[in-house]
């Protein structure tokens, strides 16, 4: 006897719950994930390409999506990743990104032909010059996002490492073979 | 954030006298009763780093080919925090180039090469100076333009400090004697040779910075010395400097230890120790400003231990900035073949060189020749949380758990525990059984997140230029349609007042 | 010349883990010793079999974890591990809890975990209660004190047949051990006066260890000698032993005075059971206690407390097991709550306020 009520009144409870969650999914449903926007706001926003998505905007759809890794963006560097992996509460592996040697733009001046194509297309700025004059590259501004480099027509622009001075230099991670660690 | 401190609740936030800290072998014994040595040879080239100070580097005056006469300033200071160059002897500049910098990673650094002539022609020496009838901001400006940095290792502009305290009121001046690295008997030896110059240097510097008191600390293993500046001080201090002794431990030399143990007072972590009304500078400092105040002689030399194992006449060295380490080390027998590691500095906080082919700089206390048998180095093993590192850390953070986070990558959460107030005394990976290289963990560390800040200023640097990039291309779409717009404009009206008309 | 970039410090303090390690053993050594000589030949079997077992154990997980297996074995870890399990089994327990204590300890308490340093219960006590509720019969059996040549003491061959032949002993041999005896003559009504002279209690013989229990739970002078050996060492400091004995003693005087009759007093408490081993050896084990001096003071306390609990009011008669898995469980919260002052800032972390202003 006991039985048939308590397993009538846990299916009436199921039911119930399950009613309620469906109402809830239907009428209180969010459009777009806010946190894409909040995601979209911590990238660099130069709209580089180099995470292989059209955008930043699109990145961080992917990446709420879950279908991208925190680690995607070149630019962002390590800091980055490690906020976005805050952001989603996701683990992180930071091994794969590895150390990125820095790198900037450069022009070799003997091969450039001032078409000024580079200007155009550069996201901040990074490069300057007027058509017929040689060009060069503001280092601060450069994000090494290459574009510049696919569309010369001379190959005069590379992309080389930033020399490491004594201002840059930085101590390297310890390598500690330890005994069963 | 919350956690509390049942210490702290029955002391309130009182700093016990010492805290932490370590007692390593001294060794001092090779280099301390010996007198010293003023025979240096003078090296066949002087390599003189446009940067040996910290802030920005100094700005050369001279060309090559000049000659140039001893203590002749080579090289002006840039900016406030600054500090010039002058020439340690008379002779020729040879060049000014990329030399190896006297840093572990040896990397090139703008250097300037005197060639001396042997003539030790000096440049005009003033006569009789009254250092006391100067104001106290001329002798600022003196021991800044004297080229004065912190000689016991910081190597921080020292007229700038001066300049600090006198701006602060400083109650007392501390003079630090403390000395606590093993190996290292420089500043033993000034005091015990120099004391009467080193009282006056205290004087002088009391002077500018308008204070009346000052304490010299001196570690109790140097007892000869606190005799001798205790004598030096009775007799021409004027009443204004004590001279105290203070238990010898690791880092006793820790400015703010030093303080914390003569004064009583705590430096807040986000100010400095002019803000509880002190202000500290090295014995050696205070050698340096006498010189240059009541004789007008720049900086260009300082007394340099030469030790460790793999030196066979270790002692103390009167040498000029620039002489190569190696000609150092050759002066004292060294033999290279022992040698497994250099260290400018002490063993606990000094900086390995791959190589001696580096120069002699300001804030060089002491360079090492460490054989094998003094430089333990087996390979590190798990951490077994014995928690020794945090009853050896004097400032009271807990380096395992740094470690352990730093080690997984969570680098924002070991700032959780102190990261960034490590002094990297090197307290807690001597003690560490399983030899954790914990202070380089931490120096990695911190370079990496000093790294990752600068990555996100250039982050935010980029989204404003991206953004101005994009305001600026639709400016410029507009006005080029206005303009059209206006050009049509201008082209249609004649049409109709041709119709009007 | 290494050309590879290090750092400073260049020189060491040449404190070694294997020579800590070492030095907790030569501390539980004359405990040990007191231990096999009173129980005979089976308990120097099960002695060897399981610190062997230990050993072996920690070999196959270091190899199965492609680790380095002679280096981290010298570190003498598992032999520590091992020893004291040892010290908690029954001193006539058959070869096979050896084998099982040793694995629940060292594979399933440590190496599971990571390996050194990375559990976060004792092994030792996590291999003992796991066979106290899996294997009740075996870990309950007592026996009295019988060393070899006396009359009630098993002779070689018959030592073999107790340990590796699962014979369990005579009955005229068994015996309970004090706490035991004392909790099961409350549950039939007699209180303390009347089980303590039945029992055959005297102090004396409970602190030099003629009693029964395990190996460790005999000579409480020998394992308090030894705890002072590793004080003046410095392997330990004083803050969790003076916690726990501290609280134990304070709680069982205050008791005592309420009813001398159903509470025994502070000396009883102090020279039974595993009260002493577990004040100086096992709750002092690095891995599993808190950083700071004030949170380990907490921490003893605790297992005082809950040690003093469970001797009183709880169904089992010993419980040093148990309060010591159990303070393990609140370690990080204790460290993450009790953290030393940093300098220069106050017990929130937020730089110190200065009385004046400031530049």
Known sequence: MYIIFAAISLAVLGLALGFLLGAAS???????????????????????????????????????????????????????????????SIELDLSTMGDQVPLVARIDESLCIGCARCIKLCPTDALVGAPKMIHAVVADACIACAKCVEVCPTECLKMHPVKVNLRLWRWPKPETAMAGA | MAFFDIHALWTGNRQPKIRGGVHPEQRKEATADRPIDLGLPLPPMLYLALQQHVGKPAEPIVNVGDRVLKGQLLAVSQGVVSAPIHAPTSGTVADIMDYPSAHPSALPTPTLLLEPDGEERWID???????????????????????????????????????????????????????????????????????????????????????????????????????????????????????????????????????????????????????????????????????????????????????????GAPRNIDAPIGAPLASLLAHCDYRPEDAVRYVMGGPMMGDALPHPNVPLVKGACGILALTQEEVSATDAKSCIRCSRCVTACPVGLQPLEMVARIRAGQLESALKFGLKDCISCGSCSYVCPSEIPLVHYFKYANGELLTRDQANHKAEQTKRLAEEKLARMARQKQEASAAAAQRKAAAKKPKITEQAA | MSTRLLSAPFTRSGLQIQSIMLTVVLGLAPGTAWGILIFGWPALFIFFVTVLSAVAFEAGCLILAEKRVIATLTDGSALLTGWLIALTLPPWAPWWIGVAGSFLGIVVGKQVFGGLGQNLFN?????????????????????????????????????????????????????????????????????????????????????????????????????????????????????????????????????????????????????????????????????????????????????????????????????????????????????????????????????????????
């Not at chain 3, 003071?297 to 809950?306: D, N, Q, S, V, Y």
């Open chain 1, 26 to 88: 239907r009428y209180f449903k969010v459009e777009e994930n806010p946190l894409i926007d909040e995601i979209e706001k911590m990238m660099p926003g130069s709209q580089c390409g180099q995470c292989a998505y059209p955008g930043c905007r699109p990145a961080a759809e992917a990446l709420v999506a879950g279908e991208a890794l925190p680690t995607l963006c070149p630019p962002g560097g390590k800091a980055l990743a490690e906020r976005l992996a805050n952001k989603l």
């Open chain 2, 125 to 311: 020496l003033p006569g009789k100076i009254d250092p006391f009838g100067l104001s106290p901001e001329e002798i600022s400006l003196r021991v800044g333009a004297a080229g004065i940095v912190g000689l016991g290792g910081a190597a921080f502009p020292s007229a700038v400090k001066l300049n600090l305290g006198r701006r602060t009121k400083i109650q007392t001046l501390l003079i630090n004697g403390g000395e606590c690295e093993p190996y290292l008997t420089c500043d033993d030896r000034l005091m015990r040779e120099r004391a009467r110059a080193i009282v006056d240097g205290i004087l002088i510097m009391l002077h500018g910075l308008d204070c009346r008191h000052a304490i010299v600390g001196i570690e109790d293993n140097k007892p000869e010395a606190y005799t001798i500046m205790r004598m030096a001080a009775d007799e021409l201090g004027e009443g204004k400097i004590e001279i105290a002794l203070v238990p010898s431990f690791y880092p006793m030399g820790w400015d703010k230890q030093l303080i914390g143990y003569l004064t009583g007072k705590e430096v807040p972590a986000d100010g400095r120790a002019t803000d509880v009304g002190v202000l500290m500078h090295n014995v050696g400092t205070a050698y340096a400003v006498q010189q240059a105040i009541r004789h007008g002689k720049p900086l260009i030399r300082r007394i340099v231990t030469v030790s460790g194992g793999a030196v």
């Open chain 3, 123 to 359: 092994p030792a006590m996590l291999a003992r209660v796991a066979l106290l509720v899996s294997f009740p019969l075996e870990m309950t059996v007592w026996v009295n004190p019988a060393p070899p040549f006396s009359a009630s003491a098993p002779g070689f061959l018959e030592a073999w047949a107790i340990t590796f032949a699962s014979q369990l002993p005579t009955d005229g041999s068994t015996g309970a051990t004090m706490l035991g005896w004392v909790k099961t003559e409350f549950s039939q009504g007699r209180l303390l006066g009347e089980s303590l002279a039945s029992g055959g209690y005297g102090f004396f013989k409970s602190l030099l260890g003629w009693t029964g229990g395990s190996l460790g739970e005999t000579s409480a002078l020998l394992f308090t000698l030894g705890g002072g050996w590793l004080l003046k060492k410095q392997i330990i400091t004083w803050h969790i032993p003076l916690a726990m004995l501290g609280t134990v003693a304070l709680l069982a005087s205050v008791f005592t005075l309420v009813d001398g009759e159903r509470y025994p007093g502070p000396l009883f408490h102090l020279t039974s059971g595993a009260l002493m081993l577990g004040a100086f050896f096992i709750a002092t084990d690095y891995v599993t206690s808190p950083n700071s001096k004030p949170g380990q003071i907490i921490f003893g306390a605790g297992c005082g407390l809950i040690v003093y609990v469970i001797r009183t009011w709880g169904s089992y008669p010993e419980g040093v097991a148990f309060a010591v898995l159990l303070m393990n469980s609140l370690t990080p919260v204790i460290d993450h709550y009790v953290r030393p002052r940093i300098y220069g800032r106050d017990s929130k972390g937020r730089p110190l306020e200065l009385s004046e202003g400031r530049e």
